[in-house]
């Protein structure tokens, strides 16, 4: 590469590799939050997409796999709808494609069957208030996680109706 000598190219490579590494030592990430890492240690753009390269052939870095396993861990864990997953997965430099691959694999039964447990919870625990507040308070639960209005609204009708309170 006529911008560094052979050696100081090697050295460029070596630590920008072991820059990488380190942050993958710690977990996954996309390759978008590296090349940003190695932006701020001021690593020459060359020499951060020659290693990005080399470690995306070296299967080190797969953004397909990163998407499923966040998009998996979100919507089981946290309950995540699938817009407010996409959007992470958006901050998080992701292309659209594989979003939506990733997305393929919450079915929409399952994300207004989450919208419903949800609900159930929020106002299990919200049982002493009135209940315009319960209903706030769930359906601003269930925006923050991501569900539309629409499916917010179903699934606390089903809550309710399930307490024998709709």
Known sequence: MPWLTPDAHTRAVEQAREIALGRLDRSAVPRAALAELLERRDVDPRVAQEVLDRLES??????????QRLARTRF?????????????????GLGEETIALALEQIDPEDE?????????????STRALPPQVRRRRTAALLGRK???????????EAALADEGTA
């Open 112 to 124: 207004n069957q989450a919208a419903l447990a949800l609900a159930r919870k929020k106002l299990a």
């Open 58 to 67: 070296a299967g080190l870095i797969d953004d397909a796999a990163y998407a």
């Open 76 to 92: 089981a864990e946290k309950g995540a709808a699938r817009r407010a997953i996409a959007d992470e997965l958006r901050r998080k």
């Open 146 to 156: 991501g569900y539309s209005q629409e499916t917010a609204a179903r699934a606390i």
